[in-house]
């Protein structure tokens, strides 16, 4: 009786020190904090552009449709991050990235403390790529530690957890951007005119902007308010990877590995000739699912004042922090969620919940605020837990905590690259037709989800890859220990 309180029942009959459980559960804690810190740095940096962009326009002396040409930079920065991950995976079978990811983080605090003194455009440019790099391969690599971890089934919730503390950072950039960019003065209505007025976020060099303080001294030595922004995000940053460094010198990932009683990632990777087909479809579909999400935040303020709406820039400021807290609301519950339902549960789920209500936002609200206030909130909570529920399902389907990691990036990173810019056309021709452009994403995003489906179904008739769980299990039934040894081998593996 005594030998049971000190020990508990693993996986397959096997008893397991509950010392050792606790110390385990320890560095599980430590190793879930230190990346969860590491994602709300990548959301400070993916969102703080957003309400300092007049500033990064101004500072390099640039018309902000000159400037946003950072935004393709650091697309082609985040894909080619994400391919290097799964290149370094795939050379390295046993690599173990944490550190890494650790140095990787340090490099993107440095890019943010140095990007407010970037007066060239060229410079702003190549430092926000080197970002997008870094961004790129830690988003990946963050992403496959816990695959690694604990496999397609066990990660689901810390999947779900990776991309709620993104959420947190994003919602959390305009907070601290607020008063700095009050402080230098940001409060005199740029960037809040329409295509059909005097323009000045989407067309007017912004040198334009400074005319009316031509009676003003200029402060030339001295920091510019913002910059402060970019500062404090930048040294969070390096905090967060000095964290990820140190846990990964006490060799956290042999730890939580050592005593994992709950299966990983263990599957061989499958050749690209058996993917390509079930690949494609992949692609499209995140495509549409980044675009969609991004189009979204970044046009409705804009939508919600040009349109007949006819929003106030402080109610359209607040539409867009409605929207953010939709997302971390969805993410956050999505930690919950993952456990009791199947990622092809939750994404269906989300299909459904976004486009019903982006399509009732295209017939009829732009006659309705109030309905414009629902839509935003819903649109964010219910598109928040697609992106890593299609990671968990992925992974059903195949491993992809190696090599193929940088798939879901591919089609994200083209959506941002090509999306953003498409939308801006429609919204120089008549605001609220991006919403249509965001009802077509959503629609398109059931297709190949169906499709998807589809290749699926087919490689399982055909014994290709993935067979369904209960095959795997059966052969475990019963008293016999059979498989618990192979299992116990790989304890020490990862």
Excluded at 111 to 131: K, Q, R
Aim: charged share 15%; net charge negative.
């Amino acid at each position: 009786m005594d030998e049971k309180k000190e020990t508990v029942e693993g996986s397959y009959g096997s008893s397991i020190d509950m010392a050792e459980v606790k110390k385990r559960k320890g560095w599980v804690v430590a190793l879930v904090a230190s990346i969860t810190l590491a994602r709300i740095s990548n959301g400070l940096f993916l969102s703080i552009t957003g309400p300092t962009l007049l500033f990064l326009a101004e500072n390099t002396d640039s018309s902000v449709s000159q400037v946003s040409s950072m935004f393709s930079g650091r697309s082609v920065g985040m894909l080619t991050g994400a391919i290097c991950f799964g290149a370094v995976s795939n050379r390295f079978p046993d690599y173990k990235p944490l550190f890494t990811l650790g140095i990787g983080l340090g490099i993107h605090g440095i890019v943010m403390i140095l990007t407010p003194f970037m007066t060239s455009l060229a410079g702003l440019v190549t430092i926000t790529m080197v970002g997008g790099l870094m961004f790129g391969y830690i988003n990946s690599g963050l992403q496959a530690v816990y695959l690694k971890l604990w496999g397609p089934e066990k990660s689901r919730p810390y999947l779900q957890s990776v991309h709620f503390g993104f959420s947190i950072g994003a919602l959390l950039a305009p907070i601290i951007a607020t008063p700095f960019l009050v402080k230098a003065d940001a409060s005199q209505e740029a960037g809040t005119s329409c295509p059909n007025e005097e323009d000045i976020l989407f067309t007017t060099p912004l040198t334009l902007l400074n005319a009316t303080e031509a009676t003003s001294p200029p402060v030339t030595e001295q920091i510019n308010p913002v910059s402060w922004s970019f500062i404090i995000i930048g040294v969070y940053t390096i905090f967060a990877s000095l964290l990820l460094c140190g846990l990964a010198l006490c060799k956290i990932e042999e730890k939580v590995a050592s005593h994992n009683i709950e299966r990983k990632e263990s599957r061989p990777e499958e050749p690209i000739k058996d993917l390509w087909m079930f690949f494609i479809p992949l692609c499209f579909f995140y495509f549409c699912l980044v675009s969609s999400e991004m189009l979204y935040q970044s046009y409705i303020f804009s939508v919600s004042l040009c349109s007949e709406l006819e929003f106030s820039a402080e109610q359209a400021s607040l539409l867009t922090s409605v929207f953010w807290t939709g997302f971390a609301i969805g993410r956050g519950t999505g930690i919950i969620t993952s456990k009791y339902l199947k990622p092809a549960t939750i994404i269906i789920l989300d299909l459904i919940g976004t486009t019903s209500i982006i399509t009732l936002m295209c017939i009829w609200g732009e006659q309705s605020a109030i309905l414009t206030w629902i839509v935003t909130f819903i649109h964010g909570l219910s598109i928040a837990t697609m992106y890593s529920a299609g990671v968990s399902w992925t992974s059903e389907v195949t491993n992809m905590a190696g090599t193929y990691i940088f798939v879901f990036s591919i089609g994200g990173t083209v959506g941002g690259f090509s999306m953003l810019p498409a939308g801006g056309v429609l919204f120089d021709k008549e605001p609220f037709s991006v919403m249509y452009l965001i009802l077509g994403c959503c629609v398109f995003n059931i297709i190949f989800f169906i499709l998807m489906n589809v290749i699926w179904k087919w490689r399982i008739r055909r014994g290709i890859g993935y067979q369904p769980e209960q095959n795997q299990q059966d052969q475990f039934k019963g008293n016999s220990n059979a498989g618990f040894e192979i299992e116990e081998s790989k304890y020490t593996e990862f």
